[in-house]
């Protein structure tokens, strides 16, 4: 994955001509001051750059103007020291393509008892200063995360952080390419969706490949590069003795390294960011891919099984979101129902692509016949994720607009050993509890395929759906399937007037 430290957040400070040079030069100061101290904070993922302090509408216009062409730059932080009057916004805001985050704070955290004057109530106005810029973008209905509290309280540089990391992710998907290997499985709903409507709402691209201009590039792949990635096999993980050199089924292994080196050089030739495949269109590969799928996914690349090209962008920006932090996100499917009333869980998994990030052991090479698509028998990674706090994510096309579903689940170890279970996989339990977390999901339409992640949180979900301004559903610890059923009926009629 890229470092996010090459991104920049802008921080722009609001005022006013009103207070003369003196106060201005103290608002700039102070301005400076908390932009390094963001900068600095380890819990901050990219890189904040003070703005000089914009003080009429010109100025405002520019920096917004500035930050839509700068390609570094992924958002902007707007504070107002000072009292900045909010007409003078209407231009900048109106033309402004980057996320916004409002940070409510003031320069001093307390109040100075003793010495508190006239001056230092000309200088200090954010609570009311930041009141008429959120009227503003209030009015202007603009998408926005406001974190309130001051600079130097790490719970608001974590919650900053957040909508830093749902920000890069937003900024991967612009112009980012996903490539489609044949089409959908045939028949399958929720796989489909409008692919111009998300070019235009999300930023990315999707668009289909033959095949057989895939099996070129892994029929043009060395014997050389297949022993080295045979031989990094070995290194990194268990192999089944039948695959290892010598063994019977080693030209196996060979296939699905050269399947897996094909792909990647596809991908690179082609500057994709994620892909989707399905074993119904595979005329001409010996094997669906398995662990080439895996090992791509482990790298940074979306993916998403049966020409899933939602989730597959998804699980792409779920990985630039998360870059850095401990834990994995995967490509996933729910599978199937553990129903004991003591102990309810869901098996997740899918026929093989499940992303090592989220591994707990060490993964093992198996194969093991799939059942179904008529290929050989396919080399995969085998298995179990770790336990802990975790999250599903769904985008699904709800006809006249996207819905992201996110369900907060705690993952769980499992119970008994799955010794012929031929797949990668994770328990879960999801929330509120399994009855009404399953039917909540149905209820909305969530999909069989998610976005499957240990490390993002639902702050980070909900402030990426704010920035794509798409429909967020949270089943979360305080849900309830009463109120899931109003919200969706009243997103139902707010989607339809407000597109
Ligand atoms: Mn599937």
Redesign the pocket.
């Known amino acids: 994955m890229e470092d996010l430290k090459k991104l920049e957040v802008w921080f722009v400070t609001g005022s006013q001509h009103l207070y003369g040079e003196e106060t201005l030069k103290q608002v700039a100061e102070h301005s400076t001051q908390i932009a390094r101290s963001i900068d600095k904070d380890p819990a901050i993922p990219v890189r904040v750059v003070f703005k000089p302090v914009v003080k009429s509408p010109e100025e405002i216009y520019q920096v917004c103007q500035e930050a839509n062409t700068t390609s570094t730059c992924i958002g902007i932080i707007a504070w107002m020291h000072t009292f900045s009057p909010a007409k003078m916004w209407i231009g900048g805001l109106k033309v402004l393509q980057k996320p916004l985050l409002h940070l409510h704070t003031q320069f001093n955290r307390d109040i100075p008892w003793s010495s508190i004057d006239m001056d230092f109530m000309n200088l200090n106005q954010s609570a009311h200063g930041d009141r008429e810029f959120g009227f503003m973008v209030s009015r202007m209905r603009m998408n926005r995360k406001v974190v309130v509290g001051h600079w130097q309280d790490s719970e608001v540089m974590k919650s900053v952080a957040v909508w830093m990391r749902a920000a890069a992710g937003w900024n991967d998907w612009q112009n980012a390419r996903f490539c489609r290997f044949g089409d959908n499985m045939r028949q399958v709903a929720v796989t489909e969706g409008d692919k111009v409507e998300a070019e235009l709402k999300f930023g990315y691209s999707v668009n289909g490949y033959g095949i057989g201009d895939l099996v070129k590039v892994i029929n043009d792949v060395s014997d050389s590069a297949i022993a080295q990635q045979v031989a990094e096999y070995e290194e990194i993980y268990t192999v089944q003795a039948p695959l290892r050199k010598g063994g019977e089924r080693h030209s196996a292994l060979k296939d699905a390294a050269k399947i897996e080196i094909g792909m990647r050089n596809f991908l690179k030739a082609g500057n994709f960011k994620g892909f989707t495949d399905t074993f119904e269109d595979l005329h001409g590969m010996v094997q669906l891919p398995g662990i080439a799928s895996q090992r791509l996914m482990a790298e940074g690349y979306g993916f998403g099984?049966?020409g899933d090209w939602k989730t597959s962008a998804l699980v792409r920006a779920m990985k630039v979101m998360a870059t850095g932090l401990k834990g994995g996100n995967s490509f996933m499917?729910d599978y199937t129902y553990h129903f004991d009333p003591n102990n309810q869980l869901v098996l997740g998994s899918?026929m093989l692509e499940i992303c090592p990030s989220i591994a707990n052991d060490k993964p093992t090479v198996e194969i093991h016949p799939l059942g179904i698509g008529g290929k050989a028998d396919p080399v995969r990674l085998v298995f179990n994720a770790g336990s802990g706090p975790a999250l599903n994510a769904s985008i699904v096309d709800m006809g006249n607009r996207f819905r992201l579903i996110v369900n907060e689940v705690v993952a769980v170890d499992p119970i008994q050993s799955l010794p012929k279970l031929p797949v990668a996989r994770v328990l879960w339990k999801p929330y509120p509890d399994m009855k009404t977390g399953c039917a909540a999901w149905i209820l909305a339409g969530g999909a069989?395929?998610t976005g499957y992640s240990q490390n993002l949180t639902t702050e980070h979900m909900e402030d990426f759906a704010e920035m794509a301004g798409v429909e967020y559903l949270l089943i979360g610890k305080n849900s309830n399937l009463y109120d899931l059923k109003n919200q969706l009926r009243w997103n139902d009629l707010y989607y339809r007037h407000s597109i």
Do not use: A, K, L, Y
């Open positions: 099984g049966e499917e899918h069989h395929h």
